[in-house]
């Protein structure tokens, strides 16, 4: 979202939403900060829109009504903020549900899909990856790209070619793509000041923290252990066995030698700990970092170490 600063105004080009970065587990989507521009909203004159992309309209429904300003824009702009737009024209007949597939044959079968620069969120990916629910390739398929690779998706750009090319797709791409976007000399060069982004997971808006993302990415990459104790309240001993439960962190073969040691560093840690009178979270703190040392040493994995102590009244 760069900003224009005139005088005693502010104009704001674009608005729009990107899409996450595979180290971003669990997030839709991501929208401007506009917390500056409620700060400054007296000065605040109104958004333009150059355009109808996702990348510079998407977020309007997030922020319009934190700002409440005009937004200028092409008439198909416009309508596509307001979502009344009749993308295209088409004969009812030619339509199906997808539950209906089966019944035709391949060839008789068009499937206009998201996803072509290769987002990991978005149908195509699912497609190329063997995941979609409903939509399976067969060797010889025919997938036309509309796009290429833009600045920072190649990556994930050429994944998906990869992966649909291993299923015996054939592909087309170079020749059909023709740009969403305005020639360099046709846009003038405006200053902006940098923003932040605001992370959209679900329904929660803004409220996913870096802790968060580490976490997610920690247990994708190695898995996660969980520590459950059972205290008496009153008493402030140990009421029931100390239970280790492991998510994609070793294998049955491995988890037979790891795991009986990890009990036992465990349970050491914990009765040095009730006999030294330490509870609450630095309980929960030593006992995840005794489990975690145990780890590193033993197989050189570092997975999610969660602490979770109850206590129960008898």
């Given at each position: 979202m760069p900003l224009y600063f005139g005088k005693h105004a502010i104009i704001a080009i674009d608005c729009g939403m990107s899409f996450p970065p595979h180290n971003m587990p669990g997030i839709d989507t991501s929208i401007p900060d506009v917390d500056y521009l409620i700060e400054n909203s007296d000065k605040l004159k109104?958004?333009?829109?150059?355009?109808?992309?996702?990348?510079?309209?998407?977020?309007?429904?997030?922020?319009?009504?934190?700002?409440?300003?005009?937004?200028?824009?092409?008439?198909?702009?416009?309508?596509?903020?307001?979502?009344?737009?009749?993308?295209?024209?088409?004969?009812?007949?030619?339509?199906?549900?997808?539950?209906?597939?089966?019944?035709?044959?391949?060839?008789?079968?068009?499937?206009?899909?998201?996803?072509?620069?290769?987002?990991?969120?978005?149908?195509?990916?699912?497609?190329?990856?063997?995941?979609?629910?409903?939509?399976?390739?067969?060797?010889?398929?025919?997938?036309?790209?509309?796009?290429?690779?833009?600045?920072?998706?190649?990556?994930?750009?050429?994944?998906?070619?990869?992966?649909?090319?291993?299923?015996?797709?054939?592909?087309?791409?170079?020749?059909?793509?023709?740009?969403?976007?305005?020639?360099?000399?046709?846009l003038k060069l405006i200053d902006h000041i940098s923003l932040k982004e605001v992370l959209i997971d679900g329904l929660g808006i803004g409220n996913i923290g870096k802790n968060i993302i580490s976490d997610r990415t920690k247990m994708g990459k190695n898995g996660v252990v969980i520590i459950e104790t059972c205290f008496g309240a009153s008493s402030g001993r140990l009421v029931a066995p100390t239970r280790i439960t492991t998510r994609g962190f070793v294998n049955t073969k491995l988890s037979t030698d790891i795991l009986p040691g990890l009990e036992d560093a465990v349970k050491s840690e914990i009765a040095r700990l009730i006999a030294q009178g330490v509870t609450g979270n630095k309980f929960d703190s030593l006992v995840q970092k005794a489990a975690e040392k145990y780890i590193i040493n033993e197989c050189d994995q570092r997975p999610l170490v969660i602490v979770l102590t109850n206590e129960i009244v008898l």
């Open positions: 109104g958004i333009v829109l150059t355009h109808g992309h996702e990348d510079h309209i998407g977020a309007i429904p997030y922020i319009i009504e934190s700002l409440n300003v005009p937004i200028y824009g092409t008439p198909l702009t416009i309508a596509l903020v307001e979502k009344k737009l009749n993308y295209l024209n088409y004969s009812e007949d030619v339509l199906i549900d997808i539950k209906d597939v089966p019944t035709y044959e391949s060839k008789e079968i068009i499937f206009l899909t998201t996803g072509n620069h290769g987002e990991p969120i978005n149908c195509l990916t699912e497609i190329a990856e063997g995941t979609h629910d409903d939509i399976k390739l067969l060797p010889g398929d025919t997938v036309l790209f509309s796009s290429i690779a833009i600045h920072g998706s190649e990556n994930l750009f050429s994944k998906t070619m990869n992966l649909l090319e291993e299923q015996g797709a054939n592909i087309i791409f170079q020749d059909i793509h023709a740009t969403g976007h305005a020639c360099i000399d046709e």
